[in-house]
Structures are given as C-alpha cells and as structure tokens.
C-alpha cells in the first residue's frame, strides 16, 4: 500500500516538474518572440524614419528646384550683331495661377498666367505683373519697360509710340540692367533712347513677328495692370 502510494507521488512530482518545464521553455520562447517582435518593430521603425526622411529630402528638393526653375525655361541669351538677344533654349508656355522665378528681367517668355495683359498700345504708370505680361508676349505684343535712370523724354516719347501701336505695351521696371529694354517672345535688346535706331527696328521685327508663338490672339479684354 504504501509502496503504491509512493509511487504515485513521484509520478504526480515527475508530472509537476514536466509542467514545470515545459512552462519555463514556453517563458524563453515567449520572451524570445517578444524580442525578436521588438527587434522588427525597431527595425521598421528606423526603415521607415529613413524612408520618410528621405522622402522629405526628396520633396524639399522638387519644391526647391521647382521653385528655382518654374518658369520651365532652359537656356541663355545670345546677342546678335544689330545688339538684339536672342534666347537660344527651351521657353515653356505653362497656365499658371503662382508666382514664377524667370531667369531674365525682364521675361521674355515662360510659364504665364492664363490672363493677357491688355497690350492694345497700353500704358502703364505702375510696375504690372511679369506673369501676365509675359502671356501678352506670347500674342505677339512688344513691351516697352524703364528704370527711374530713363530721362523723361524718351519715357514720353516711347508712350507716344506705344499708344498708336497695337499689339505693344509700357510700363516700368526697376529690376532690370539698363534704363530702356524692349522685349518680345525670346527676344531683347537695350535701347540708348527713344531715338534710337533700333526702336523702330525692333517694333517691325517682333510686333507680331515671326516669333509669335499665338499670332493674332487678343491683345485686349485681359488684365488691365
């Protein structure tokens, strides 16, 4: 009885110490799968800090470059013998409703504003925007832009010029390199006055010239500064 008694203890200590065991291995394997789960999650963690840096680095760089170059121009200006420059590149012709960075003052064509400024032989005593003037180079239009340096004559001598001639426009300048620039789509030249030979040169030229990029579009019913 007693030898049966015995026994039967060991058997339920052999089976204590067998739960025992086993619930200590469950223990390493939990704790090994808690670590390796942490391990994963770290590593995703960092992969992902590192992906979403990168793609912030990468999103700073398009807006920066985007910013830099929006105009969607290429180029650079080469002058002809007559002083005229011509913009031997790439000149975009994009809508758009944003400021652009052009990379000549002033423009001579590039992303523009859907809205002509009104170019019918208008004249502006305000500085207007490079975005929609632009737009009316692309119809065809001659702009006529001066700095403070420019003597008043020739200011009101190249008015008077402008106001008779359709498809051409004036206004002031400050951000450019000489007193009185006329410009057309990819072309630019500096003017001594408004007696220069090479006003009159200039509006034959490119007053709806061969430069043209939309001969005939309207010159009114556009922005009016």
């Known amino acids: 009885m007693g030898s049966a008694k015995n026994s039967s203890t060991a058997a339920r200590k052999a089976r204590v110490e067998d739960m025992r065991r086993a619930e200590r291995a469950r223990e ?71 400021k652009v960075s052009y990379p000549m003052h002033p423009p001579v064509g590039g992303n523009h504003n859907p809205v002509w400024l009104n170019c019918n032989g208008d004249v502006y005593t305000e500085p207007v925007q490079d975005e929609n003037a632009v737009h009316a180079l692309e119809h065809g239009a001659v702009w006529v832009t001066y700095t403070a340096k420019a003597k008043k004559a020739d200011v009101d001598a190249l008015a008077a010029k402008v106001k008779k001639t359709p498809y051409s426009l004036m206004s002031p300048y400050a951000n450019q390199d000489a007193p009185l620039i006329l410009s057309a789509w990819g072309h630019q030249v500096t003017v001594k006055s408004a007696s220069d030979p090479e006003v009159d040169k200039f509006f034959a030229a490119y007053v709806q010239g061969r430069q043209t990029p939309e001969p005939g579009a309207s010159c009114t019913g556009g922005a009016m500064k």
Do not use: C, I
Not at 61 to 76: P, T, Y
């Open 28 to 98: 390493r394997r939990n704790r090994v799968l808690v670590v390796a789960a942490s391990v994963v999650v770290v590593a995703g963690l960092v992969v992902g800090g590192v992906v979403l840096v990168d793609k912030q680095s990468d999103k700073k760089d398009s807006v920066a470059s985007g910013d830099a170059k929006n105009s969607g121009d290429s180029g650079h200006f080469t002058t002809g013998k007559d002083g005229v420059r011509t913009w031997s590149g790439k000149l975009a012709r994009t809508h758009v409703t944003t």
